[in-house]
Nanobody, 124 residues
Framework: QVQLVESGGGLVQAGASLRLSCAAS????????MGWFRQAPGKEREFVAA????????TYSDSVKGRFTISRDNAKNMVYLQMNSLKPEDTAVYYCAANPYGTMSFTPVTTSAWGQGTQVTVSS
């Protein structure tokens, strides 16, 4: 099982960019599909993006498609979320998640680890 630590959050103005990083520990990182989720105050956690173990396949929520890019570096045990053209509605705590079960569906059954989250605040 991997352990995950996110970083890179902060306070930015609308239209700015941020890159979030997720550092993973554990020898099995490269076999995990990885995802980013976010949770805004008073709302449920929602899916943002996912990437398969090799980086060849990615998927995004409609709300971030075309603005966010997920990537990974298996040699460094890192996953990234490049966020461009940020909007106030992107304000949330962003979490990294690991899925060792070979699917791109992150459920309570298939998600083996979560990070502690990093706050992203976008001002208008």
């Amino acid at each position: 099982q991997v352990q995950l630590v996110e970083s890179g959050g902060g306070l930015v103005q609308a239209g700015a960019s941020l890159r979030l990083s997720c550092a993973a520990s554990g020898r099995t990182f490269s076999s995990n599909n990885m995802g980013w989720f976010r949770q805004a105050p008073g709302k449920e956690r929602e899916f943002v993006a996912a990437i398969n173990w090799s980086g060849a396949s990615t998927t995004y929520s409609d709300s971030v498609k075309g603005r966010f890019t997920i990537s990974r570096d298996n040699a460094k045990n890192m996953v990234y979320l490049q966020m461009n053209s940020l909007k106030p509605e992107d304000t949330a705590v962003y979490y990294c998640a690991a899925n060792p079960y070979g699917t791109m569906s992150f459920t309570p059954v298939t998600t083996s680890a979560w990070g502690q989250g990093t706050q992203v605040t976008v001002s208008s």
